[in-house]
């Protein structure tokens, strides 16, 4: 079993910035694929960014390009989510997750079979 646990969440003012980390046990970090996903209130869970298993090839959403940038650690078994310029509609809970698939690029949730327990992020405007 795979154990993640995400940190870096806060208050920020519109055009902020917040690093979120998420490391990762229990399991052999680089054979995981890892994603960044969010949930605002009243909505479902989101695909935010991803990343293969050594970190060459990433997938970001329309709406964080050029403000998110997803890395990964596997010496240290994290994953973070550098956000810049953030607004208010980036408010939600952020997850980590951990996909075995090869599907981890799909966008998918159902792809990713561990999950962390959400760091808020909140933006005001």
């Known amino acids: 079993q795979v154990q993640l646990v995400e940190s870096g969440g806060g208050l920020v003012q519109a055009g902020g910035s917040l690093r979120l980390s998420c490391a990762a046990s229990?399991?052999?970090?680089?054979?995981?694929?890892m994603g960044w996903f969010r949930q605002a209130p009243g909505n479902e869970r989101k695909t935010v960014a991803l990343?293969?298993?050594?970190?060459?090839?990433?997938y970001y959403v329309d709406s964080v390009k050029g403000r998110f940038t997803i890395s990964r650690d596997n010496a240290k078994n994290t994953v973070h989510l550098q956000i810049s310029n953030l607004k208010p509609e980036d408010t939600a809970v952020y997850y980590c997750?951990?996909?075995?698939?090869?599907?981890?690029?799909?966008?998918?949730?159902?792809?990713?079979?561990?999950w962390g327990q959400g760091t808020q992020v909140t933006v005001s405007s």
């Open positions: 997750a951990a996909s075995d698939s090869n599907r981890w690029d799909s966008g998918l949730l159902e792809a990713y079979d561990y």
């Open positions: 229990g399991g052999i970090f680089s054979n995981f694929a």
């Open positions: 990343i293969d298993w050594t970190g060459s090839s990433t």
